[in-house]
Protein backbone atom coordinates (compact mmCIF):
# COMPACT_ATOMS: atom_id res chain seq x y z
CA UNK A 1 0.00 0.00 0.00
CA UNK A 2 1.34 3.44 -1.03
CA UNK A 3 2.14 5.96 1.65
CA UNK A 4 -0.04 9.25 0.93
CA UNK A 5 2.77 10.45 3.13
CA UNK A 6 5.47 10.10 0.87
CA UNK A 7 3.38 11.39 -2.19
CA UNK A 8 2.62 14.35 -0.87
CA UNK A 9 6.12 15.57 0.42
CA UNK A 10 6.72 14.39 -3.54
CA UNK A 11 4.16 16.31 -4.85
CA UNK A 12 5.17 19.33 -1.97
CA UNK A 13 9.07 19.20 -3.69
CA UNK A 14 8.26 19.02 -7.47
CA UNK A 15 5.63 22.03 -6.94
CA UNK A 16 8.54 24.12 -5.29
CA UNK A 17 11.02 22.81 -8.35
CA UNK A 18 7.64 23.97 -10.49
CA UNK A 19 7.91 27.77 -8.91
CA UNK A 20 11.66 27.77 -9.08
CA UNK A 21 11.88 26.86 -12.45
CA UNK A 22 9.24 29.82 -13.48
CA UNK A 23 11.43 32.33 -11.36
CA UNK A 24 14.45 31.01 -13.05
CA UNK A 25 13.65 31.41 -16.67
CA UNK A 26 12.25 35.20 -15.63
CA UNK A 27 15.47 36.44 -14.01
CA UNK A 28 17.67 38.38 -15.60
CA UNK A 29 20.31 37.85 -13.71
CA UNK A 30 21.58 34.47 -15.49
CA UNK A 31 25.30 35.73 -15.91
CA UNK A 32 26.79 38.77 -14.30
CA UNK A 33 29.95 41.13 -15.15
CA UNK A 34 33.12 40.02 -13.22
CA UNK A 35 35.64 42.36 -10.99
CA UNK A 36 38.11 39.41 -11.39
CA UNK A 37 41.62 40.52 -12.44
CA UNK A 38 42.45 44.41 -12.99
CA UNK A 39 38.65 45.01 -13.81
CA UNK A 40 37.95 47.59 -11.07
CA UNK A 41 35.57 49.51 -12.25
CA UNK A 42 32.79 48.96 -10.06
CA UNK A 43 30.19 51.66 -11.23
CA UNK A 44 27.98 49.67 -12.60
CA UNK A 45 27.05 45.87 -12.69
CA UNK A 46 25.63 44.48 -16.13
CA UNK A 47 23.80 41.35 -16.03
CA UNK A 48 22.19 39.14 -18.66
CA UNK A 49 19.13 36.87 -18.79
CA UNK A 50 17.29 34.66 -21.13
CA UNK A 51 15.17 37.35 -22.46
CA UNK A 52 16.80 40.73 -21.58
CA UNK A 53 20.07 42.40 -20.45
CA UNK A 54 20.17 44.97 -17.60
CA UNK A 55 22.82 47.79 -16.30
CA UNK A 56 22.49 48.35 -12.35
CA UNK A 57 24.21 51.43 -11.37
CA UNK A 58 25.99 51.75 -8.02
CA UNK A 59 23.06 54.43 -7.25
CA UNK A 60 20.80 52.27 -7.59
CA UNK A 61 19.24 52.64 -11.17
CA UNK A 62 18.40 49.66 -12.84
CA UNK A 63 18.18 49.95 -17.17
CA UNK A 64 16.67 47.05 -18.34
CA UNK A 65 16.43 46.23 -22.70
CA UNK A 66 14.65 43.56 -24.00
CA UNK A 67 16.44 41.52 -26.78
CA UNK A 68 15.42 43.05 -30.20
CA UNK A 69 16.01 39.38 -32.52
CA UNK A 70 15.95 35.69 -31.63
CA UNK A 71 18.09 34.63 -34.62
CA UNK A 72 21.10 37.33 -33.23
CA UNK A 73 21.25 35.51 -30.20
CA UNK A 74 24.07 32.91 -29.00
CA UNK A 75 23.17 29.06 -29.73
CA UNK A 76 23.07 28.89 -25.90
CA UNK A 77 20.39 31.13 -24.85
CA UNK A 78 18.57 30.09 -27.58
CA UNK A 79 18.76 26.46 -26.43
CA UNK A 80 17.99 27.49 -22.64
CA UNK A 81 14.72 29.10 -23.85
CA UNK A 82 13.22 26.28 -25.64
CA UNK A 83 14.40 23.76 -22.72
CA UNK A 84 13.60 26.02 -19.78
CA UNK A 85 10.09 26.53 -21.15
CA UNK A 86 9.99 23.16 -22.05
CA UNK A 87 10.83 22.34 -18.51
CA UNK A 88 8.29 24.72 -16.91
CA UNK A 89 5.58 23.10 -19.66
CA UNK A 90 6.20 19.92 -18.59
CA UNK A 91 5.79 20.64 -14.84
CA UNK A 92 2.52 22.47 -15.42
CA UNK A 93 1.40 18.94 -17.20
CA UNK A 94 2.61 16.72 -13.99
CA UNK A 95 0.95 18.75 -11.36
CA UNK A 96 -2.24 18.32 -13.15
CA UNK A 97 -0.93 14.68 -13.77
CA UNK A 98 -0.11 13.40 -10.71
CA UNK A 99 -2.68 15.33 -8.64
CA UNK A 100 -5.31 12.44 -9.92
CA UNK A 101 -3.09 9.84 -9.43
CA UNK A 102 -2.40 11.02 -5.20
CA UNK A 103 -4.08 8.73 -2.53
CA UNK A 104 -5.01 11.60 -0.87
CA UNK A 105 -7.59 13.03 -3.85
CA UNK A 106 -10.96 11.28 -4.69
CA UNK A 107 -10.39 10.68 -8.66
CA UNK A 108 -10.17 7.28 -10.15
CA UNK A 109 -10.50 6.11 -6.06
CA UNK A 110 -12.45 2.83 -7.73
CA UNK A 111 -9.81 2.37 -9.90
CA UNK A 112 -6.57 1.90 -7.55
CA UNK A 113 -4.45 -0.17 -10.19
CA UNK A 114 -5.40 3.07 -12.81
CA UNK A 115 -4.93 5.90 -10.51
CA UNK A 116 -1.16 4.07 -9.53
CA UNK A 117 -0.20 4.56 -12.96
CA UNK A 118 -1.40 8.21 -13.34
CA UNK A 119 0.77 9.19 -10.41
CA UNK A 120 3.32 7.54 -11.83
CA UNK A 121 3.21 9.25 -15.20
CA UNK A 122 3.26 12.00 -13.38
CA UNK A 123 6.41 11.33 -11.50
CA UNK A 124 7.73 10.50 -14.83
CA UNK A 125 6.83 14.18 -16.10
CA UNK A 126 8.44 15.84 -12.97
CA UNK A 127 12.18 14.02 -13.81
CA UNK A 128 11.51 14.52 -17.85
CA UNK A 129 11.22 18.38 -16.37
CA UNK A 130 13.82 18.59 -13.91
CA UNK A 131 16.40 17.17 -16.56
CA UNK A 132 15.80 19.61 -19.36
CA UNK A 133 16.11 22.55 -16.58
CA UNK A 134 19.28 21.01 -15.53
CA UNK A 135 20.90 20.86 -19.43
CA UNK A 136 19.78 24.53 -19.76
CA UNK A 137 21.47 25.49 -16.86
CA UNK A 138 24.34 23.84 -17.26
CA UNK A 139 25.09 24.52 -20.67
CA UNK A 140 24.37 27.76 -19.88
CA UNK A 141 27.06 27.52 -17.20
CA UNK A 142 29.42 26.02 -19.14
CA UNK A 143 29.61 28.59 -21.72
CA UNK A 144 29.97 31.33 -19.06
CA UNK A 145 32.75 29.14 -17.64
CA UNK A 146 34.59 28.39 -20.95
CA UNK A 147 34.55 32.00 -21.94
CA UNK A 148 36.22 33.46 -18.30
CA UNK A 149 39.01 31.23 -18.43
CA UNK A 150 39.54 32.16 -22.46
CA UNK A 151 42.74 33.98 -22.68
CA UNK A 152 41.20 35.77 -25.64
CA UNK A 153 38.37 37.61 -23.49
CA UNK A 154 38.81 40.64 -22.54
CA UNK A 155 38.77 41.46 -18.89
CA UNK A 156 35.91 43.81 -18.99
CA UNK A 157 33.84 41.19 -21.18
CA UNK A 158 33.88 38.12 -18.50
CA UNK A 159 31.00 36.80 -16.81
CA UNK A 160 30.70 34.93 -13.51
CA UNK A 161 27.56 32.81 -12.77
CA UNK A 162 24.46 34.78 -11.53
CA UNK A 163 21.64 33.88 -9.39
CA UNK A 164 19.19 32.61 -11.87
CA UNK A 165 21.78 29.70 -12.66
CA UNK A 166 21.56 28.81 -9.25
CA UNK A 167 17.92 28.88 -8.66
CA UNK A 168 17.57 27.12 -11.97
CA UNK A 169 19.95 24.41 -10.48
CA UNK A 170 17.99 24.24 -7.34
CA UNK A 171 14.43 23.91 -8.75
CA UNK A 172 15.70 21.07 -11.03
CA UNK A 173 16.80 19.32 -8.26
CA UNK A 174 13.82 19.08 -6.54
CA UNK A 175 11.42 18.72 -9.37
CA UNK A 176 13.77 15.37 -10.02
CA UNK A 177 13.81 14.14 -6.43
CA UNK A 178 9.79 14.71 -6.15
CA UNK A 179 9.58 12.97 -9.18
CA UNK A 180 11.58 10.30 -7.95
CA UNK A 181 9.84 9.97 -4.76
CA UNK A 182 6.10 9.58 -6.69
CA UNK A 183 7.79 7.30 -9.24
CA UNK A 184 9.46 4.92 -6.15
CA UNK A 185 5.85 5.28 -4.27
CA UNK A 186 4.28 3.68 -6.67
CA UNK A 187 6.51 1.43 -7.84
CA UNK A 188 6.84 -0.29 -4.52
CA UNK A 189 3.19 -1.05 -3.94
CA UNK A 190 3.24 -2.52 -7.86
CA UNK A 191 5.84 -5.01 -7.17
CA UNK A 192 3.26 -6.23 -4.44
CA UNK A 193 2.54 -9.93 -4.47
CA UNK A 194 -1.12 -11.05 -3.85
CA UNK A 195 -1.88 -14.43 -2.76
CA UNK A 196 -5.25 -16.31 -3.46
CA UNK A 197 -6.99 -17.19 -0.08
CA UNK A 198 -6.93 -20.35 1.12
CA UNK A 199 -9.22 -23.07 0.55
CA UNK A 200 -11.34 -24.91 2.87
CA UNK A 201 -10.76 -28.72 3.58
CA UNK A 202 -12.92 -30.47 1.46
CA UNK A 203 -13.53 -27.94 -1.57
CA UNK A 204 -11.89 -29.35 -4.70
CA UNK A 205 -8.34 -29.07 -5.54
CA UNK A 206 -7.43 -30.03 -1.85
CA UNK A 207 -5.60 -32.87 -0.69
CA UNK A 208 -7.99 -35.83 0.27
CA UNK A 209 -6.21 -37.98 3.40
Known amino acids: MANAGLQLLGYTLAFLGFIGL ?6 AEWKMSSYAGDNIITAQAMYEGLWQSCVAQSTGQLQCKIYD ?27 MVAAVGMKCTTCLADDKEQKNKVA ?14 LAA ?43 SMLCCNCGSEATGKSYPPPRAAGQPGTDRV
Open 137 to 179: TSWYGENIRQKFFDPFTATNARYEFGKALYVGWGASALAVIGG
Open 22 to 27: IASTAM
Open 69 to 95: SLLQLPGEVQGARGLMITAVFLCGVAL
Open 120 to 133: LAGGILFIIAGVCA
